[in-house]
């Protein structure tokens, strides 16, 4: 049987539970000078470095963390993963004054990633979103929310799933495939007839994914076709987490609840009632603080919904267009500085709340005995030093079921 000592940590970090809700997102368990026994990749013990060595045989592998925090492997709900091409032109020409539209007209948007990703094959999508799952595992994300999105047709959304399972046996991070068909209408067949299609490709991707999601948005999805598919989607097991209130508040969270939605993500647009609304439910809000960083525009009110009492988590939304980043220790940075979440609030919204979000929060998202040994050894004595000390990867060991799967 493999074991793994993690001796003497300076602090170990975590939440507790399947889930923290408003204010309770702050109660972060802390543990100084504390080692873990880890065995068959479970978290079998938490405590002080004698007594763990007097009740438990020596451990095939011990790590000293001496000097290091410890906290639970990051988990990033909500990322576009897999695709090809890059968009950095895109990203001078908005520096520059151009408008969403002008970018559009040369070429640019979401659709020039949809036409360089169903150009790419299998192999070449998979060598890319490979090299982007090591730098994240580098940055401690063990597991991993991705979404489909660039294909619009059946052949490459049909594809974009295949690379995902296909990683997600070949890796160490645990993804968690969403089937974002309804990302935007592609320009090559009418609305109706992609409708159409989404609805057809249900039974096949209800084998592959655990999630429907939508862009519900003006000149996207609206209300009515999002219903209608996410209803059909719930027969076959698809559960919804949705992009809403991105730009406009429009009736995409009264929906999302009503669909009973596990996860409503972006809400940089909400109303009081909608604040309310999403206090009162068990859906997780998800909030993405680098897309309004890297674009320019308003962060979305967490502080109120936290203090409010929603259940808060937030992630990366990894993807060309409007955040190319997925070190979540960057995320959690802005959720503090720019969201003015506290840093307990900000790792529990990292971890365990994106845990339940997923509906993982019964293994995943917290050190707890019982629980998978997915942790972060940092290299600073406390998890909080992480955040502050921002835009450098504090990461030096990350493990995954008790397996050292990166090291720096
Ligand atoms: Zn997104």
Avoid at 178 to 184: K, N, S, Y
Avoid at 379 to 391: K, M, R, V
């Amino acid at each position: 049987m493999a074991s793994l000592l993690i001796h003497n940590a300076a602090q170990i970090a975590t939440a507790t539970g399947r889930y923290a809700r408003g204010t309770d997102m702050h109660h972060v368990r802390l543990y100084a000078r504390t080692s873990i026994y880890i065995q068959d990749g479970i978290i079998r013990a938490i405590g002080s470095p004698l007594e763990l060595e007097q009740s438990f045989p020596p451990a095939s592998q011990v790590i000293d963390a001496t000097d290091c925090a410890v906290i639970p492997g990051l988990i990033d709900s909500h990322t576009h993963l897999v695709f090809a091409g890059s968009r950095e032109k895109e990203f001078a020409l908005r520096l520059s004054g151009a408008t969403y539209q002008e970018i559009a007209s040369q070429g640019g948007g979401i659709l020039s990633t949809v036409s360089a990703t169903r150009k790419a094959s299998k192999d070449e999508l998979k060598s890319i979103a490979a090299r982007y799952l090591s730098l994240a595992l580098a940055h401690g994300t063990t597991t991993m929310e991705v979404k489909t999105g660039y294909g619009l047709n059946e052949e490459t959304e049909l594809k974009l799933l295949d690379v995902i399972e296909e990683l997600n046996a070949e890796q160490p991070i645990t993804l968690v495939p969403t089937f974002l068909g309804a990302h935007a209408f592609p320009p090559d067949c009418t609305k109706s007839e992609y409708l159409d299609l989404l609805h057809r490709l249900l039974p096949r991707v209800a084998t592959k994914a655990k999630f429907i999601d939508a862009f519900v948005e003006e000149n996207y999805f609206n209300l009515e076709q999002t219903e209608v598919l996410c209803r059909k989607a719930k027969q076959f097991g698809l559960l919804p987490r949705l992009h809403v209130n991105q730009f406009s508040s429009s009736g995409g969270v009264a929906l999302g609840l009503r669909l009973g939605a596990v996860s409503l993500d972006h809400l940089e647009k909400l109303s009081n009632e909608e604040i309310h609304l999403l206090a009162q439910s068990e859906t997780v809000a998800t909030l993405l603080p680098c897309v309004s960083l890297f674009l320019g525009y308003g962060y979305p009110p967490a502080r109120t919904l936290i203090d409010s009492g929603a259940i808060v988590a937030i992630a990366s939304n990894f993807n060309p267009g409007s955040a190319m980043n997925l070190n979540m220790q960057l995320v959690m940075f802005v959720a503090c500085a720019q969201m003015s979440l506290s840093p307990n609030e900000a790792l529990t919204a990292a971890t365990l709340n994106a845990a339940y979000s997923l509906g993982l929060s019964d293994t995943l998202g917290s050190i707890e005995i019982g629980k998978h040994a997915d942790l972060v050894i940092l290299d600073t004595p406390t998890f909080e030093q992480a955040i502050y000390f921002f835009g450098i990867n504090h990461s030096k060991t990350v493990i995954k079921n008790g397996v050292v799967v990166w090291t720096c």
